[in-house]
C-alpha cells in the first residue's frame, strides 16, 4: 500500500467525503486545478479533501479567494484521501479511501499539506493514530450495528435515493465491518455537514455508530413524513388531477368541434381587458376588491356556486363605469333652442334649467341637483326631462318608482341571496356607460311601503347631495360616487312625498295649459308627429281651427296634453283608413285576382305595396268600395263618408298584371275636419259647459278648486227648506270632505255676523233651515279654499239678492272674517278663464302668486286681492 504523507489540499464546500464514496468537486482555483491534473498524469492521483469550516458572514463558495494560511485556518483538520479518477474541465471526480489528519503547511499556492494516515502504520512496531481498538464481540457494539443495518434498510425501503449509494459502496469496499458500516450510514444519511464531520473525525467505534444511527434515524422521520406528504398531497391531487384531464380532454374535443367555450383564463382576461383602458380612473378600493375576487376566481371550481355567484359579481364591477364622464355642452342658447323645440310655454321650468347650465359654464362642471318637476298627469314632466338631457348631451334614464315598495330595488340584494341583483342605480350606471347621466324618477310621490322596508327613507341616500358621493349599494359594497349625477323626479302631488324626501328636492311646479297653450301645442307638436306616425301626408288632410278648438274645450279639457293627443290620433287613424279605402278602389291594381297569392292595397300617396302582413281588404260578399257619390268633406252625415260593400266581384276589376296598361291613379281628395263634422271622428263631447247658469241666482255661487287633474271650477248652491222661528240648521251634502264641512260650519257663523252687520232686523238664519249642496254629488271635494264662496252664497240667499254676473272667488275664512291665503293659484285662474269669468276675488297674500303667471294668462281677467270678508261681500253685491 502507496502511503502519501504529503498532498495538495482540496476544499469541499457541502459535505465531507467518507472511504468508498464517490464525489464531484468544482475546482475553480486554476493553480490548484492545474497541480491535480500534473498529479494525475504522474500516475500519482491523490488528494487531501477537507471539509470547508461554517463560520458566520463567510460564503464557502468563495473559497478559492483565500490562499496560504489563511485557506488552512478554514479548513477542518481531518480529512479524507482521495483518489482523483477524472478531470472533466473544472470539475474532479474523487474516490475516498482512508482518514488523514493535516500536520503542517508545505507549500501555500497550491495548498499543500503534510498529513499523517489515521489507520496507517510506519513499521511493525510502531502503530500512528488509528481506529481504536474494540472487542467484536461487545453485545452493545453489536446491537448498535444491528440497530443501524435495520434503519437502513428501513430507510432504503422507503426511499430510493439510497440504493445507488448502497451499489456504489459495495462495489469499492467490499464487505461490512463495523467502522464501515459507521461510515456508510453517516455517507448516505441526509445529516448536515457539521454532525457528518463528527463521525469522519470519532476513531471510537462505538461512539462513531452511535452517532451514524442517530443520522439514520433522523432519515427515517424524514422519510415517513416524506411519506405522509406525498400520500395526503397524491390523495387531494388525484380527484383533481383526474378532472383536470378530463376537463382538458373536453376543452380539446369541444375546440376540434368549434364549440369552445370561456373558461377561467378566458374569463379572468376579459375582466382584465374591461378595466385596463380605466385602470388609472378607477378608485384604489375598488381596483382591490377586483383583484382580491379574481385571484379567488381562480381558485374556485366553475361548477361550484361560488364561482357563479363571483364570475356576476366581477361582471358588475368592471362594467361600470368607473370615471367616465360624458362632455358635458353648457351652450345656453342651444338649450333654450331644444327646449323650444320640444315644450311650447313652460317658462319658468326652462328658465331654472337654463340657470343650472349657465351655473355649470361658470363653475367648469355641473354638480349634481334634486330637481322635482310637479303638476297634473299630461303636462309632459316626462319628456322635460329627456330634453333637459338633451340640452346638456348627458345620458338619460328613467324609472319608475310608482308603487315600489321593496328597498333592494334601490339598494341592491345582499349576494348571499339566489337571484340577487345590484339596485336601479347601479344597473342605470352600467346601461348608460357615464357616471353623469340624467337620471328621472317617474312617480316618485306614489312611493309604496311594504314588509321589505321603506323605500322613501332608502331614497335618501340616493338623493342628499351630502351622502350619494359615496353612495354604498348591497351588492357591490363598494363606495360609487353619484354626486355628478343629475336627478330629476316627477310627482302628481307633492303633498305625498316624504318631508325628508321633499326636503332634498328643488320643487318646480307645472300648473297644465290654457286653451291657448293646448291650441299651440296641437298644432305644432301632437298633429305634425301624430300625421307622421300614421304615414298622412299635409296636403291630405286639414284639420281646421275651430275643430282642435272644439276638441280642447269639449272633449280634452284637464290640465295635460295627454288625452288631447289620444283624441288626435283618434282623428288620424279614422282618416289613415278612410284613405287606404278610398285608395284601394280607386287607385290602380288594387285588388290581386288569384286569392291564393299575397294580398296588395294602395298606400297613402297611390303606390301598390305587396306584403304577407297586410290586412285584407276582401269579404265574403265582395271587396269593400266607396261610394261613387262620395260626399264633401264638411258633409256631418257619418254614413255618407263610410264605405259600403260592393256586388261586384274581384274578376270584374282590372287587373294590370293580366296585361294593358293601368289607368291613371286618381287623385285621392283632401280629407276637411271641421267643428261640424268632429263629432264624427270622436264621437260625442265628453265634457259640458262647467258654467251651468249664465247669470247666477240667489244663493249661487262660483267657487274655483284645484284638483290632481288642474283647476276647475265649482258651483256652491244654498237653498231654503224650511222656515219657522228657531228651526236654523244647516244641511250638508255633495260628498264634501272634514275639511269642507267645517267650512261650512265656519261660513254659517261668519254669514250671521256680517248679516247682522248689513240687515240686522233679517232674522233669516235664526228661522231657516238650509240645505248647502256642491255638485257633482259623485264627486268627493275637499280642501280649505271654499268659505268665502260659502259665505257669500248664503248671504246671497238670506238677502235675495244674487251675486255678480260673471264672479267667482277662493279662499278660507276665519270667524272673525280674514281671509286666508290658497294655493293652485295658475290652475284656478285657468279654470276660471276657460269657464268665461271676468271678476276673480283672490285673497292678498296669493297677489305675488299671481302677478308671476304669464300675461296671456292675466289677459282680460279683473282680478281683486281682498284680506277680509267685508271687501268680497263689497264686490259681490254692489249696486253696479
Same mark, same amino acid.
Given at each position: 500500500?502507496?502511503?502519501?504523507?504529503?498532498? !495538495?489540499?482540496?476544499?469541499?464546500?457541502?459535505?465531507?467525503?467518507?472511504?468508498?464514496?464517490?464525489?464531484?468537486?468544482?475546482?475553480?482555483?486554476?493553480?490548484? &486545478?492545474?497541480?491535480?491534473?500534473?498529479?494525475?498524469?504522474?500516475?500519482?492521483?491523490?488528494?487531501?479533501?477537507? &471539509? @470547508?469550516?461554517?463560520?458566520?458572514?463567510?460564503?464557502?463558495?468563495?473559497?478559492?479567494?483565500?490562499?496560504?494560511?489563511?485557506?488552512?485556518?478554514?479548513?477542518?483538520?481531518?480529512?479524507?484521501?482521495?483518489?482523483?479518477?477524472?478531470?472533466?474541465?473544472?470539475?474532479?471526480?474523487?474516490?475516498?479511501?482512508?482518514?488523514?489528519?493535516?500536520?503542517?503547511?508545505?507549500?501555500?499556492?497550491?495548498?499543500?499539506?503534510?498529513?499523517?494516515?489515521?489507520?496507517?502504520?510506519?513499521?511493525?512496531?510502531?502503530?500512528?493514530?488509528?481506529?481504536?481498538?474494540?472487542?467484536?464481540?461487545?453485545?452493545?457494539?453489536?446491537?448498535?450495528?444491528?440497530?443501524?443495518?435495520?434503519?437502513?434498510?428501513?430507510?432504503?425501503?422507503?426511499?430510493?435515493?439510497?440504493?445507488?449509494?448502497?451499489?456504489?459502496?459495495?462495489?469499492?469496499?467490499?464487505?461490512?465491518?463495523?467502522?464501515?458500516?459507521?461510515?456508510?450510514?453517516?455517507?448516505?444519511?441526509?445529516?448536515?455537514?457539521?454532525?457528518?464531520?463528527?463521525?469522519?473525525?470519532? &476513531?471510537?467505534?462505538?461512539?462513531?455508530?452511535?452517532?451514524?444511527?442517530?443520522?439514520?434515524?433522523?432519515?427515517?422521520?424524514?422519510?415517513?413524513?416524506?411519506?405522509?406528504?406525498?400520500?395526503?398531497?397524491?390523495?387531494?391531487?388525484?380527484?383533481?388531477?383526474?378532472?383536470?384531464?378530463? *376537463?382538458?380532454?373536453?376543452?380539446?374535443?369541444?375546440?376540434?368541434?368549434?364549440?369552445?367555450?370561456?373558461?377561467?383564463?378566458?374569463?379572468?382576461?376579459?375582466?382584465?381587458?374591461?378595466?385596463?383602458?380605466? $385602470?388609472?380612473?378607477?378608485?384604489?378600493?375598488?381596483?382591490?376588491?377586483?383583484?382580491?375576487?379574481?385571484?379567488?376566481?381562480?381558485?374556485?371550481?366553475?361548477?361550484?356556486?361560488? /364561482?357563479?355567484?363571483?364570475?356576476?359579481?366581477?361582471?358588475?364591477?368592471?362594467?361600470?363605469?368607473?370615471?367616465?364622464?360624458?362632455?358635458?355642452?353648457?351652450?345656453?342658447?342651444?338649450?333654450?333652442?331644444?327646449?323650444?323645440?320640444?315644450?311650447?310655454?313652460?317658462?319658468?321650468?326652462?328658465?331654472?334649467?337654463?340657470?343650472?347650465?349657465?351655473?355649470?359654464?361658470?363653475?367648469?362642471?355641473?354638480?349634481?341637483?334634486?330637481?322635482?318637476?310637479?303638476?297634473?298627469?299630461?303636462?309632459?314632466?316626462?319628456?322635460?326631462?329627456?330634453?333637459?338631457?338633451?340640452?346638456?348631451?348627458?345620458?338619460?334614464?328613467? /324609472?319608475? @318608482?310608482?308603487?315600489?315598495?321593496?328597498?333592494?330595488?334601490?339598494?341592491?340584494?345582499?349576494?348571499?341571496?339566489?337571484?340577487?341583483?345590484?339596485?336601479?342605480?347601479?344597473?342605470?350606471?352600467?346601461?348608460?356607460?357615464?357616471?353623469?347621466?340624467?337620471?328621472?324618477?317617474?312617480?316618485?310621490?306614489?312611493?309604496?311601503?311594504?314588509?321589505?322596508?321603506?323605500?322613501?327613507?332608502?331614497?335618501?341616500?340616493?338623493?342628499?347631495?351630502?351622502?350619494?358621493?359615496?353612495?354604498?349599494?348591497?351588492?357591490?359594497?363598494?363606495?360609487?360616487?353619484?354626486?355628478?349625477?343629475?336627478?330629476?323626479?316627477?310627482?302628481?302631488?307633492?303633498?305625498?312625498?316624504?318631508?325628508?324626501?321633499?326636503?332634498?328636492?328643488?320643487?318646480?311646479?307645472?300648473?297644465?295649459?290654457?286653451?291657448?297653450?293646448?291650441?299651440?301645442?296641437?298644432?305644432?307638436?301632437?298633429?305634425?308627429?301624430?300625421?307622421?306616425?300614421?304615414?298622412?301626408?299635409?296636403?291630405?288632410?286639414?284639420? #281646421?281651427?275651430?275643430? !282642435?278648438?272644439? &276638441?280642447?274645450? *269639449?272633449?280634452?279639457?284637464?290640465?295635460?296634453?295627454?288625452?288631447?293627443?289620444?283624441?288626435?290620433?283618434?282623428?288620424?287613424?279614422?282618416?289613415?283608413?278612410?284613405?287606404?279605402?278610398?285608395?284601394?278602389?280607386?287607385?290602380?291594381?288594387?285588388?290581386?285576382?288569384?286569392?291564393?297569392?299575397?294580398?296588395?292595397?294602395?298606400?297613402?300617396?297611390?303606390?301598390?305595396?305587396?306584403?304577407?302582413?297586410?290586412?285584407?281588404?276582401?269579404?265574403?260578399?265582395?271587396?269593400?268600395?266607396?261610394? #261613387?257619390?262620395?260626399?264633401?268633406?264638411?258633409?256631418?252625415?257619418?254614413?255618407?263618408?263610410?264605405?259600403?260593400?260592393?256586388?261586384?266581384?274581384?274578376?270584374?276589376?282590372?287587373?294590370?298584371?293580366?296585361?294593358?296598361?293601368?289607368?291613371?291613379? $286618381?287623385?285621392?281628395?283632401?280629407?276637411?275636419?271641421?267643428?261640424?263634422?268632429?263629432?264624427?271622428?270622436?264621437?260625442?263631447?265628453?265634457?259640458?259647459?262647467?258654467?251651468?247658469?249664465? $247669470?247666477?241666482?240667489?244663493?249661487?255661487?262660483?267657487?274655483?278648486?284645484?284638483?290632481?287633474?288642474?283647476?276647475?271650477?265649482?258651483?256652491?248652491?244654498?237653498?231654503?227648506?224650511?222656515?219657522?222661528?228657531?228651526?236654523?240648521?244647516?244641511?250638508?251634502?255633495?260628498?264634501?270632505?272634514?275639511?269642507?264641512?267645517?267650512?261650512?260650519?265656519?261660513?254659517?257663523?261668519?254669514?250671521?255676523?256680517?248679516?247682522?252687520?248689513?240687515?240686522?232686523? *233679517?232674522?233669516?238664519?235664526?228661522?231657516?233651515?238650509?240645505?248647502?249642496?256642491?255638485?257633482?254629488?259623485?264627486?268627493?271635494?275637499?280642501?280649505?279654499?271654499?268659505?268665502?264662496?260659502?259665505?257669500?252664497?248664503?248671504?246671497?240667499?238670506?238677502?235675495?239678492?244674487?251675486?255678480?254676473?260673471?264672479?267667482?272667488?277662493?279662499?278660507?275664512?276665519?270667524?272673525?272674517?280674514?281671509?286666508?291665503?290658497?294655493?293652485?293659484?295658475?290652475?284656478?285662474?285657468?279654470?276660471?278663464?276657460?269657464?268665461?269669468?271676468?271678476?276673480?276675488?283672490?285673497?292678498?297674500?296669493?297677489?305675488?302668486?299671481?302677478?308671476?303667471?304669464?300675461?296671456?294668462?292675466?289677459?282680460?281677467?279683473?282680478?281683486?286681492?281682498?284680506?277680509?270678508?267685508?271687501?268680497?261681500?263689497?264686490?259681490?253685491?254692489?249696486?253696479?
Amino acid at each position: 500500500m502507496v502511503v502519501f504523507w504529503q498532498v !495538495l489540499a482540496l476544499p469541499l464546500p457541502h459535505r465531507p467525503l467518507f472511504p468508498g464514496f464517490y464525489m464531484p468537486v468544482y475546482v475553480k482555483d486554476p493553480k490548484l &486545478l492545474a497541480a491535480l491534473v500534473e498529479s494525475q498524469r504522474r500516475q500519482a492521483p491523490y488528494a487531501g479533501a477537507f &471539509l @470547508v469550516k461554517d463560520e458566520p458572514d463567510f460564503d464557502t463558495e468563495k473559497i478559492y479567494d483565500f490562499k496560504g494560511q489563511e485557506l488552512l485556518n478554514r479548513l477542518h483538520e481531518v480529512g479524507t484521501l482521495a483518489q482523483i479518477t477524472s478531470i472533466q474541465g473544472d470539475q474532479v471526480i474523487l474516490i475516498g479511501h482512508r482518514r488523514l489528519r493535516i500536520t503542517e503547511m508545505v507549500n501555500e499556492d497550491p495548498l499543500t499539506v503534510k498529513v499523517d494516515h489515521l489507520k496507517a502504520r510506519q513499521s511493525m512496531l510502531l502503530f500512528l493514530m488509528q481506529d481504536l481498538p474494540y472487542d467484536k464481540d461487545d453485545d452493545v457494539i453489536k446491537a448498535t450495528s444491528f440497530e443501524v443495518i435495520s434503519t437502513v434498510r428501513d430507510v432504503l425501503q422507503r426511499s430510493s435515493l439510497w440504493r445507488d449509494h448502497v451499489q456504489t459502496y459495495t462495489k469499492h469496499i467490499g464487505d461490512f465491518n463495523y467502522p464501515r458500516l459507521a461510515d456508510f450510514g453517516a455517507a448516505i444519511s441526509g445529516g448536515n455537514k457539521y454532525q457528518s464531520q463528527q463521525v469522519l473525525e470519532e &476513531l471510537d467505534v462505538l461512539k462513531r455508530l452511535q452517532l451514524t444511527l442517530e443520522l439514520v434515524k433522523k432519515e427515517m422521520e424524514i422519510s415517513k413524513i416524506q411519506e405522509t406528504i406525498a400520500k395526503a398531497i397524491e390523495e387531494k391531487i388525484s380527484g383533481e388531477q383526474r378532472r383536470y384531464l378530463l *376537463n382538458e380532454q373536453l376543452k380539446a374535443i369541444k375546440k376540434e368541434l368549434g364549440l369552445e367555450t370561456d373558461d377561467k383564463t378566458a374569463l379572468t382576461t376579459k375582466f382584465r381587458e374591461r378595466i385596463e383602458p380605466k $385602470k388609472d380612473k378607477i378608485p384604489q378600493h375598488v381596483l382591490q376588491v377586483i383583484e382580491e375576487e379574481l385571484t379567488k376566481l381562480q381558485l374556485l371550481e366553475a361548477s361550484s356556486s361560488e /364561482f357563479n355567484v363571483t364570475r356576476n359579481y366581477l361582471d358588475w364591477l368592471t362594467a361600470l363605469p368607473w370615471g367616465d364622464y360624458s362632455d358635458e355642452n353648457f351652450d345656453v342658447i342651444r338649450a333654450q333652442k331644444i327646449l323650444d323645440e320640444d315644450h311650447y310655454g313652460l317658462s319658468d321650468v326652462k328658465e331654472r334649467i337654463l340657470e343650472f347650465i349657465a351655473v355649470g359654464k361658470l363653475r367648469g362642471t355641473a354638480q349634481g341637483k334634486i330637481v322635482c318637476l310637479s303638476g297634473p298627469p299630461g303636462v309632459g314632466k316626462t319628456s322635460i326631462g329627456r330634453s333637459v338631457a338633451r340640452a346638456l348631451n348627458r345620458k338619460f334614464y328613467r /324609472f319608475s @318608482v310608482g308603487g315600489l315598495s321593496d328597498v333592494a330595488e334601490i339598494k341592491g340584494h345582499r349576494r348571499t341571496y339566489i337571484g340577487a341583483m345590484p339596485g336601479k342605480m347601479v344597473q342605470c350606471l352600467k346601461n348608460v356607460g357615464t357616471a353623469n347621466p340624467l337620471v328621472l324618477i317617474d312617480e316618485i310621490d306614489k312611493l309604496g311601503r311594504g314588509h321589505a322596508g321603506d323605500p322613501a327613507s332608502a331614497m335618501l341616500e340616493l338623493l342628499d347631495p351630502e351622502q350619494n358621493a359615496n353612495f354604498l349599494d348591497h351588492y357591490l359594497d363598494v363606495p360609487i360616487d353619484l354626486s355628478k349625477v343629475l336627478f330629476v323626479c316627477t310627482a302628481n302631488v307633492i303633498e305625498q312625498i316624504p318631508n325628508p324626501l321633499l326636503d332634498r328636492m328643488e320643487v318646480i311646479s307645472i300648473a297644465g295649459y290654457i286653451t291657448d297653450e293646448k291650441m299651440h301645442i296641437a298644432r305644432d307638436y301632437l298633429e305634425k308627429t301624430t300625421r307622421e306616425t300614421c304615414g298622412i301626408k299635409p296636403e291630405q288632410v286639414e284639420l #281646421s281651427n275651430a275643430a !282642435l278648438l272644439f &276638441l280642447i274645450e *269639449n272633449y280634452c279639457r284637464e290640465a295635460g296634453v295627454r288625452n288631447l293627443q289620444k283624441h288626435i290620433e283618434k282623428i288620424y287613424r279614422k282618416i289613415a283608413l278612410h284613405l287606404v279605402r278610398q285608395g284601394a278602389i280607386d287607385g290602380p291594381a288594387s285588388v290581386v285576382t288569384d286569392e291564393s297569392k299575397a294580398d296588395c292595397f294602395i298606400d297613402s300617396s297611390g303606390t301598390m305595396i305587396q306584403d304577407e302582413s297586410k290586412i285584407k281588404s276582401e269579404t265574403d260578399e265582395g271587396i269593400l268600395e266607396e261610394k #261613387s257619390d262620395e260626399t264633401s268633406a264638411g258633409d256631418t252625415d257619418p254614413e255618407s263618408k263610410s264605405p259600403e260593400i260592393s256586388n261586384e266581384k274581384p274578376g270584374d276589376l282590372k287587373d294590370t298584371n293580366e296585361g294593358g296598361e293601368a289607368d291613371e291613379p $286618381k287623385v285621392i281628395e283632401k280629407v276637411v275636419v271641421d267643428k261640424s263634422n268632429l263629432a264624427d271622428y270622436v264621437g260625442k263631447p265628453v265634457f259640458h259647459a262647467e258654467r251651468i247658469y249664465d $247669470k247666477t241666482p240667489t244663493g249661487v255661487v262660483m267657487g274655483l278648486a284645484w284638483t290632481a287633474m288642474g283647476g276647475s271650477t265649482l258651483y256652491i248652491e244654498t237653498s231654503q227648506i224650511e222656515q219657522g222661528e228657531g228651526k236654523g240648521a244647516l244641511n250638508l251634502t255633495g260628498q264634501l270632505g272634514d275639511v269642507m264641512k267645517e267650512s261650512a260650519q265656519i261660513a254659517l257663523t261668519v254669514a250671521r255676523a256680517v248679516l247682522l252687520e248689513k240687515e240686522p232686523e *233679517n232674522n233669516f238664519f235664526a228661522d231657516s233651515k238650509v240645505h248647502l249642496h256642491v255638485p257633482a254629488g259623485a264627486t268627493p271635494k275637499d280642501g280649505p279654499s271654499a268659505g268665502c264662496t260659502m259665505i257669500t252664497s248664503l248671504l246671497s240667499l238670506a238677502m235675495k239678492k244674487p251675486a255678480k254676473k260673471d264672479l267667482a272667488m277662493t279662499g278660507e275664512v276665519t270667524l272673525t272674517g280674514k281671509i286666508l291665503p290658497i294655493g293652485g293659484v295658475k290652475e284656478k285662474t285657468i279654470a276660471a278663464k276657460r269657464s268665461g269669468v271676468k271678476t276673480i276675488i283672490f285673497p292678498a297674500a296669493n297677489r305675488r302668486d299671481f302677478d308671476e303667471l304669464s300675461s296671456n294668462v292675466k289677459e282680460g281677467l279683473d282680478v281683486h286681492f281682498v284680506e277680509d270678508y267685508i271687501e268680497i261681500y263689497n264686490l259681490a253685491f254692489s249696486e253696479e
